[in-house]
C-alpha cells in the first residue's frame, strides 16, 4: 500500500525557514516524480514545486522560486522541501503528491498534509 | 501562463440528479493531461479522472469526464450524498496547475 507521510510543519515569522519531509512507503520511491502541493486557508490547489525521481531536475511555482529548495533521499525513501524567506500567504496546508504511473501524470497519491504558519 | 477557469464556482444540487462541471484552459491543452479531482473537508484531494476521461481506480462509473481544445466537463450522472464536495480540475501539459474550485453543495 503507497503510503506518503508528511511532517516538520509549524509555526515560523515571517522571513524564517522551515524544512518539511514526507516519507515515503509502499512502491520503489526512486522512480517516480514526487511534488508538494498547497492550500492556504479557504482558498484553492497550488502546485508548489516537482523533483525528478533521480533528482537530477526539479521545478518551482513562480511564487516559490528563489525560496523553497525541494530535494530528495532515495535510500530514506524521502522527499524534502526547504522554505525560506517565509511570507504570510506561505501559510497553508503542504501535500506531498506522487503521480499514478510514468504514463499518467494525475496525482494519484497524497499525504495528509502539514500545516505551516507563518506569522509574527 | 495556462490558466484554468472553473464554472460554477458554486452548484447547489439535490441527491439523484446531474451535476455538470466545466473546466475552460485559458490556451489549448492535450487531453490527455487533463486531471479531475474531489476533496473533502479534512482531507487531501482525490483522484477521479485522469487523461480527461479515464476513471482512476475504484472512482464509481457515475463519474465521466469529456471535452477537448479548451473545454473539459466532469459529469455526476446521479449525485450520492457522498458526492457533495470542493471539485478541482488541473493540467499538467505546462506545469501543474489546479483550477480555482467548484463547490458542490446540497440544495
Known amino acids: 500500500e503507497v503510503q506518503l507521510v508528511e511532517s516538520g510543519g509549524g509555526i515560523v515569522q515571517p522571513g524564517g525557514s522551515l524544512r518539511l519531509s514526507c516519507a515515503a512507503s509502499?512502491?520503489?520511491?526512486?522512480?517516480?516524480?514526487m511534488h508538494w502541493v498547497r492550500q492556504s486557508p479557504g482558498k484553492g490547489l497550488e502546485w508548489v514545486s516537482l523533483?525528478?525521481?533521480?533528482?537530477?531536475?526539479?521545478r518551482y511555482a513562480d511564487s516559490v522560486k528563489g525560496r523553497f529548495t525541494i530535494s530528495r533521499d532515495n535510500a530514506k525513501n524521502t522527499v524534502y522541501l526547504e522554505m525560506n524567506s517565509l511570507r504570510d500567504e506561505d501559510t497553508g496546508v503542504y501535500y506531498c503528491?506522487?503521480?499514478?504511473?510514468?504514463?499518467?501524470?494525475?496525482?494519484?497519491?497524497w499525504g495528509q498534509g502539514a500545516l505551516v504558519t507563518v506569522s509574527s | 501562463e495556462l490558466v484554468l477557469t472553473q464554472s460554477p464556482d458554486t452548484l447547489s444540487l439535490s441527491p439523484g440528479e446531474r451535476a455538470t462541471l466545466s473546466c475552460r484552459a485559458s490556451?489549448?491543452?492535450?487531453?490527455?493531461?487533463i486531471a479531475w479531482y474531489q476533496q473533502k473537508p479534512g482531507q487531501a484531494p482525490r483522484l477521479l479522472i485522469s487523461?480527461?476521461?479515464s476513471r482512476a481506480t475504484g472512482i464509481p462509473d457515475r463519474f465521466s469526464g469529456s471535452g477537448s481544445g479548451t473545454d473539459f466537463t466532469l459529469t455526476i450522472s446521479k449525485l450520492e450524498p457522498e458526492d457533495f464536495a470542493l471539485y478541482y480540475c488541473?493540467?499538467?501539459?505546462?506545469?501543474?496547475?489546479f483550477g480555482q474550485g467548484t463547490r458542490l453543495d446540497i440544495k
Open positions: 488541473q493540467q499538467h501539459e505546462r506545469s501543474f496547475a
Open positions: 509502499g512502491f520503489t520511491f526512486s522512480i517516480f516524480w
Open positions: 490556451q489549448s491543452v492535450n487531453a490527455k493531461y
Open positions: 523533483i525528478y525521481g533521480d533528482g537530477s531536475d526539479a
Open positions: 503528491a506522487r503521480v499514478a504511473s510514468s504514463e499518467n501524470l494525475g496525482f494519484a497519491f
Open positions: 487523461g480527461a476521461f
